[in-house]
Each structure stands twice: as C-alpha cells, then as structure tokens.
C-alpha cells in the first residue's frame, strides 16, 4: 500500500515555475508507474503527465509538453514535477497517483492510489 502526500503547490505568476513532489510511505514504490493529474473547478480530473517504474520513459499530455518535467527517485520513494512557463490555464488542484500498471494510463481509474493534492495558482 502507498500513502501519497504532495508538496511544493503555490501562487505563481505567468512564466514562473513551481516544482511539486510527492513522496511515498511504501517500500514498494519502485514497483508503480507513478502519475500527477490535475483538476480545475468545474472540469474533470485530467492526465498530465506519467513516469515509468524505473524512471527511463516519461509521457506527457501535449499541453504540457515542453514545459513540465516529470521524474521520480526511487532511493527516496519520491516523484517531482518541475513545471516551467506556467500558464493561467494550469491552475489546478494537482494530484499523484500511483499504478499498479504495466505502462502508463491516462485515465484515473487505472491508477490505485492517490495523494490529497496540492493547489497550483497562476496568475495573469
């Protein structure tokens, strides 16, 4: 089982950057495809990026693509997402999650367990 806790959200203006972690309480960590999501008021919850169990293969929504960055370390059971150029329309409540999967999954369902968020705020 994991436990998720997210860290590192905050207020931003356009262009900035903001680095999100997410660390796991599992020994088992090495063994999940890890992803962040994200969600806006009044839409769903939304694929952003994934990264592989060993961390060699990432995978990008191509609204991010470019910008955001996605990587994980396994000797501290931790996954970031350093985002850079951020826009208005990234402000989300941003989520990992963790999959028992054999390859990355856009949809929520697919992934086992998630964190409690954290609020990323672009301003304009």
């Known amino acids: 089982q994991q436990q998720l806790v997210e860290s590192g959200g ?3 203006q356009a262009g900035g950057s903001l680095r999100l972690s997410c660390a796991a309480s599992g020994r088992t960590f090495r063994m999940y495809v890890m992803g962040w999501f994200r ?11 994934a990264i592989s ?3 060699g293969s990432t995978y990008y929504d191509d609204s991010v693509k470019g910008r955001f960055t996605i990587s994980r370390d396994n000797a501290k059971n931790t996954v970031y997402l350093q985002m850079n150029s951020l ?3 990234d402000t989300a409540v941003y989520y990992c999650a963790a999959g028992a999967i054999i390859m990355y999954r856009t949809t929520p369902s697919q992934y086992d367990y998630w964190g409690q968020g954290t609020q990323v705020t672009v301003s304009s």
Do not use: D, N
């Open 10 to 12: 905050g207020l931003v």
């Open 39 to 49: 969600q806006a008021p009044g839409k769903e919850r939304e694929f952003v990026t």
């Open 53 to 55: 169990k060993s961390g």
């Open 87 to 89: 826009k208005p329309e």
